[in-house]
């Protein structure tokens, strides 16, 4: 027994976050030249990365690594304020690529603290998301949490306002327990009326639970720092279908396949087309009969502003 079908998601691949973050930086290339610098990885997926890098961008963490008197373009994962008061103060033109659904959660952020509201961020510590959203709240009320266990420990004062948030690209389960178990805890916790995962991530998700129901493997594209893709994997996995996920073709395992016969295919928010492509080719070229079944996407039209260059 072989594979026989390749069903792809309908839904994978670029949101209009990532879109627009990449289009901001092909704009800056085209104003600016090389070299040109961007904070952080501007979205992230190795390939979109090394492909940046060949035309002259370069991807740095610290802003000491930037020269005087250039631009420097922030992720679409959201930068700290500090990190916006360095710039600034070394004089440098700041583009800001963050995408306005993580900017929309900065802003609750940023209403909570002023009110001092006991603020609980659910997300991954480290995440470069968490790490921007973290720098608009008052250090003395920001508490981190990233599983169950980690709300049972939150020691807070319940004399005074409760509030949380969440990282945009979380599994949508895990948050529903999580949210679940800080209601039941403190009943009076604020918080956005659903968790504030993105539309991607949850058509991602959503699209992901098809694809679980009707294959016994799946394939997730996506980088290793991809948080909305390593979601994608552990939804299919925790539907008891064997998961993978692999950054670029050249991963892929056959062995993986050995006894199987539909597999689902799918990407993070954050990987170019050509990843995907790139693996139907491989699988097509292993397994000459296989057929593809794909449907359009339902999720068209949606563009974010772009800022000015
Ligand atoms: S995954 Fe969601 S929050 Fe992240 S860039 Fe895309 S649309 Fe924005």
């Known amino acids: 027994m072989s594979l026989q079908t390749i069903t792809l998601a309908h839904t994978q691949g670029f949101c209009a976050g990532v879109d627009s973050a990449i289009e901001i930086v092909h704009l800056a290339l085209a104003k600016y030249g090389a070299p040109l610098y961007v904070r952080h990885e501007i979205v992230h997926n190795t390939s979109v990365i090394r492909d940046f890098e060949l035309q002259g961008v370069v991807f740095i963490e610290d802003l000491s690594d930037v020269p005087d008197n250039t631009t420097v373009i922030f992720s679409a994962h959201g930068t700290a304020p500090e990190v916006h008061a360095q710039a600034n103060l070394r004089g440098l033109k700041i583009i800001d690529a963050t995408c306005p659904l993580v900017t929309k959660v900065h802003r609750q952020a940023l209403k909570f603290s002023e009110r001092g509201v006991q603020t609980i961020v659910i997300g991954h510590r480290g995440h470069q998301e968490l790490l921007g959203t973290s720098g608009y709240i008052d250090p003395a009320l920001l508490f981190i949490v990233e599983t169950v266990q980690d709300v049972d420990s939150l020691v807070l004062d319940v004399q005074k306002p409760i509030g949380y948030l969440t990282q945009t690209t979380l599994s949508i389960d895990d948050t529903r327990h999580m949210i679940a178990r800080l209601k039941e805890r403190f009943p009076t916790v604020e918080g956005p009326t659903k968790a504030n995962i993105c539309y991607a991530t949850q058509n991602r998700q959503d699209s992901i ?3 679980a ?7 997730v594209c996506g980088s290793p720092k991809s948080s909305n893709s390593n979601r994608l994997r552990e939804t299919a996995a925790n539907m008891g279908v064997p998961s993978y996920i692999i950054d670029t073709v050249e991963e892929l395992d056959f062995s993986w396949f050995e006894g199987k016969v539909h597999l689902g295919l799918t990407s993070g928010a954050s990987v170019p087309r050509y990843v995907v492509d790139a693996v139907v080719a491989c699988l097509k070229t292993r397994y000459p009969t296989i057929q593809i079944n794909e449907e359009t996407t339902p999720e068209v039209g ?5 800022p000015a260059i």
Do not use: S
């Open 209 to 211: 639970k098809e694809l």
């Open 213 to 219: 129901e009707i294959c016994d493997v799946v394939v």
């Open 302 to 306: 949606i563009r974010f502003p772009i």
